[in-house]
């Protein structure tokens, strides 16, 4: 079964202070994602990556960096944390067809007081 | 733009009853759909998806969904809930280019 391993799997953050979400997969896939969940809502996508080296913009990437620096690692970054940004965060891979499912990780709860 | 809406947040059946989640899609073209699950704490899993084909789709667990291209839906259903479904169901439509869009999740309760 393909593995996605998000790592912490809960944070307390202070607003202002930078954090640091990582996400590793061992599906030799070549799209990861970063999604995040707020209560009672679906999954907005943050930022994204078809290959190493290179990310793309999500539908809400603002306030948020994202880093692939191998195909195996995916960072989300959040270089001044805000209250507004108290979710969770799901990273996610797949292959390269549109068609194929999505192996998501158990998630982060980020929390920013 | 494409979007996926399930207009019930919450869904309560009891045990054995017959389900039905609701999900429609606004989409250019012939889409890609899926349902995942959610059990507490966990992360999303797959329980079925749609290509372009049959309509009726069968999933895991006794779960099935139909694709609608006349009324944009890909309603999912089973024929017997069973205690342990209880979970969130999310639909989602995914472009060509492999973005994924999912839709807010129906809550699914289950009465002993």
């Known amino acids: 079964e393909a593995a996605v391993t998000q790592s912490p799997r809960s944070k307390v953050a202070v607003t202002g202070g930078k954090v640091t979400l990582s996400c590793h997969q061992t599906n030799n896939h070549d799209y990861m994602y970063w999604y995040r969940q707020d209560t009672g809502h679906g999954l907005r996508l943050i930022h994204y990556s078809y290959v190493a080296d290179s990310t793309e913009k999500g539908d809400i990437p603002d306030g948020y960096k994202a880093s692939r620096p191998s195909q195996e690692n995916f960072s989300l970054i959040l270089e001044l944390a805000s209250l507004s940004q108290t979710a969770v965060y799901f990273c996610?891979?797949?292959?390269?067809?549109?068609?194929?499912?999505?192996?998501f990780g158990h998630g982060t709860k980020l929390s920013v007081l | 733009a494409q979007s996926v809406t399930q207009p019930d947040a919450r869904v309560t059946v009891s045990e054995g009853a017959s389900l039905q989640l609701r999900c429609k899609y606004s989409y250019f073209g012939t889409p890609y759909l899926f349902w995942y699950v959610q059990y507490p704490r966990q992360g999303l899993q797959l329980l079925l998806k749609?290509?372009?084909?049959?309509?009726v789709v069968q999933g895991v667990n006794g779960f099935e969904a139909e694709f609608s291209k006349s009324n944009s839906s890909f309603h999912l259903r089973k024929a017997s809930v069973h205690w342990s479904d209880w979970a969130v169901y999310f639909c989602?439509?995914?472009?060509?280019?492999?973005?994924?869009?999912f839709g807010d999740g129906t809550v699914l309760t289950v009465k002993p």
């Open positions: 989602a439509v995914s472009y060509p280019t492999g973005k994924l869009t």
């Open positions: 749609y290509y372009p084909g049959d309509p």
């Open positions: 996610a891979s797949r292959t390269g067809f549109s068609n194929e499912r999505l192996f």
